[in-house]
């Protein structure tokens, strides 16, 4: 090749390379405005719906629990505990505890005699679903054993007791 054609080629390469900065330059470009179009309108939005909640009120808290001093929430309270009131519960009576081993649980046979830590004639305790509740003493009613409630324990006291 000669000089001039070399020199021709070489300009033309140079305007091709040009050209096509010039290309990756728009694209770059528009892809920038294109971002910042995204981000206005999204800024737009935050705005618009910030906007929004300074202007809406708060919602009033949800009447989760019935007032007490409501008359007709009264009704509706005896009903609600007319309920409950069918709800079966365990109760029982106990006249004494012991700690014996294992050996002599084994040796236990019938007419075996466990003594019992409480003396005859104490209150028995008297416990629903596992809380003592009261004490009392045992009666016969109808060949039938029975307790006489001597001492109801207040919730206060269930407390205390709790606390030691």
């Known amino acids: 090749m000669t000089d001039e ?16 900065m010039e290309g990756a330059a728009d694209n770059t470009a528009a892809e920038e405005t294109s971002m910042e179009d995204d ?7 935050q705005a618009q719906s910030d906007a929004a909640a300074v ?10 629990f019935p007032s007490f ?4 929430g009264k009704a ?18 106990e006249i004494g505890r012991s700690k014996i081993t294992i050996k002599n649980l084994l040796q ?3 007419g075996s005699v466990v003594e019992l830590d409480a003396m005859a004639g104490e209150p ?15 009666v ?19 407390m205390r007791k709790l606390g030691h």
């Open 39 to 45: 981000w206005a309108a999204a800024m737009a939005e």
């Open 55 to 64: 202007e809406t009120p708060p919602a009033p808290p949800a009447q989760i």
């Open 76 to 93: 509706s309270m005896m009903n609600e505990l007319d309920m409950i009131l069918d709800i079966p519960v365990q109760i029982s009576v």
């Open 140 to 158: 016969v009613v109808n060949d039938k054993f029975g307790i006489r409630l001597t001492d109801i324990i207040t919730p206060s006291e269930r």
């Open 124 to 138: 028995m305790s008297v416990f629903v679903n596992g809380t003592l509740i009261a004490q009392g003493e045992v």
């Open 69 to 72: 001093s409501d008359t007709a």
């Open 108 to 110: 236990l046979a019938h």
């Open 5 to 20: 054609s070399e020199d021709k080629v070489t300009e033309e390469s140079q305007t091709v390379e040009e050209s096509g």
